[in-house]
């Protein structure tokens, strides 16, 4: 076999391989391999060689699909003169001399196609030639490449070694750098609080008691505004109230404790720095315990909501339904009425006429 019919049946296998996903029926499968193999190849399709390139279903199945294709080919190649003043034989001949004139060009393109095709293997030893030669060429210079890539890779090996190691120095240096900055940034804030806080240590005593009473003052405000919270709270679930008492407690505890610290820092001005501390903790507490109530109660409505469009819409649903109610109701009785009527038409019409009858 040489090269050329290799390529062929690279390409027939090739356009068979598609034909298989477009038809998945046998018969049309069949069919189409004839067509691809007698008209796009040059090749006259046979039962077995149609077996050999599909392989599905019998061999009685390649068989009925070759003589179909025959039969329709024959059939389309066949030419019907149509003329009502021409006899029948006349125009049977017509046709078979047209036919034989389509099968005869057939024949000289196919012949053609057959040159061409010698003509283009011819081309194509001579590239393959012209192909190897070069392959050699360039197979002495993929060998000079791989000895300079050989070269290079212990280079970039080296050179990779260095620049992992720079990386690590690098990385290990900002890490410092970033550490660094952060303490200095620390330090500069702790000192900033110790400046303010020196600064407030010197007329603590007078301003203390004002200080205490200050902020009795905003934990009693921040007390009403959470019972207020809870107040407004009460129409939700049990669960709801549960974790705000439990919240209220804790509030109350924060308080007590932040009291505590108070009071203890009247006794050692050097504790004031740990009590403000404490003071400041107690308030983002009840801050975040604030903004996670009214989290909940936004979440509690939104469910309130949703219940009460669904009460509007089974509300809308009984009227729909009571409403239908009253309409049936409406025309039972009318039909009620109705053959009540028709049954006093009927008594009167009985009477009338055996009074008439009499």
């Known amino acids: 076999m040489n090269t050329e019919d290799v390529a ?54 390649p068989t009925e699909a070759l003589n179909q294709f025959w039969k329709t080919l024959r ?12 006899p029948d034989e006349l125009r049977t001949a017509a046709g078979d001399m047209v036919a034989a004139l389509w099968q005869a060009a057939q024949s000289k393109s196919l012949e053609s196609v057959t040159a061409l095709r010698a003509d283009a293997a ?13 392959q050699l060429a360039h197979a002495e210079a993929l060998q000079l490449v791989e000895n300079l890539r050989s070269q290079l890779r212990i280079s970039e090996n080296d050179a990779l070694q260095l620049r992992e190691a720079q990386a690590a120095a690098a990385a290990t240096k900002q890490g410092l750098e970033d550490r660094l900055k952060e303490a200095r940034s620390d330090l500069g804030a702790m ?21 205490t009473r200050l902020a009795e003052e905003r934990f009693a405000d921040m ?14 679930t049990a669960k709801l109230q549960r974790v705000n008492e439990a919240e209220r407690a804790e509030h109350i505890a924060a308080i007590a404790r932040a009291r505590v610290d108070h009071d203890a820092a009247l006794a050692k001005i050097a504790e004031v720095r740990e009590h403000n501390c404490a003071l400041q903790n107690a308030v983002e507490v009840l801050n975040n315990e604030r903004d996670r109530d009214r989290l909940e109660l ?30 049936l109701h409406v025309e039972a009785q009318h039909l009620k009425n109705q053959a009540a009527g028709t049954g006093t038409k009927s008594k009167r019409r009985s009477k009338t006429r055996s009074v008439t009858d009499t």
């Open 191 to 211: 000192q900033t609080r110790l400046s303010e806080l020196s600064a407030q240590h010197v007329d603590e005593r007078e301003r203390l008691a004002d200080r």
């Open 8 to 61: 062929d049946e690279s390409a027939i296998a090739i356009s068979i391989a598609e034909l298989r996903e477009r038809f998945p029926r046998t018969q049309d499968l069949y069919r189409e391999v004839c067509v691809l193999l007698f008209f796009r190849h040059g090749v006259t399709p046979t039962a077995n060689k149609l077996y050999q390139l599909v392989r599905k279903g019998s061999m009685s199945a």
């Open 75 to 86: 059939e389309r190649s066949r030419v019907t003169v149509e003329h009502p003043d021409i």
């Open 298 to 327: 936004q979440s509690v409505r939104a469910q309130l909501e949703a219940a009460i469009r669904q009460s509007a819409t089974d509300s809308a649903r009984a009227d729909h339904l009571h409403a239908e109610l009253e309409r």
């Open 223 to 236: 007390e009403k505004r959470a019972l207020q919270e809870i107040d407004r709270e009460r129409t939700a």
């Open 122 to 134: 011819i081309a194509v030893d001579n590239a393959r030639a012209d192909l190897a030669s070069e």
